[in-house]
């Protein structure tokens, strides 16, 4: 995994949650070494991990903490499925992260014209 570059992380951890498939030690692993590269993250790797952990029902409080410090700053870049996609899975494995939460509530509210139904039920 460490020679995987950010999407590659993010696809990885993706198709694990979406089949349903129990990888603990997997995910594990995942969350170690996407925490190294989160200045590589795009917006749309950043919301497809913490969806994949959060569909998985894997905590991983140290990484949804770093990723709420390194995606914070850049929320003005995701789309309206990525921010709602991000504060559902916050919200899903009940991280604490009320200067995200402030932050993704600003984004949102810019581009709320742009978001669909199940996006703004995805943030409600």
Not at 77 to 90: G, I, K, R, S, V
């Amino acid at each position: 995994l460490h020679e995987f570059k950010p999407q590659e992380l993010a696809n990885m951890a993706w198709a694990f949650a979406t089949v349903k498939h129990e990888a603990r030690t997997l995910f594990a692993a995942l969350a170690h070494v996407s925490e190294g590269q989160l200045h590589d993250f795009k917006p749309q790797g950043f919301a497809n991990v913490v969806w994949a952990f959060a569909t998985a029902k894997y905590k991983a409080p140290t990484l949804f903490a770093a990723l709420a410090c390194a995606s914070e700053p850049r929320l003005h870049e995701f789309n309206p499925q990525e921010l709602a996609n991000t504060a559902w899975a916050f919200a899903t494995v009940e991280h604490k992260a009320p200067t995200l939460f402030a932050a993704l509530a600003c984004a949102s509210e810019v581009l709320l014209h742009e978001f669909k139904p199940q996006e703004l039920a995805n943030t409600a």
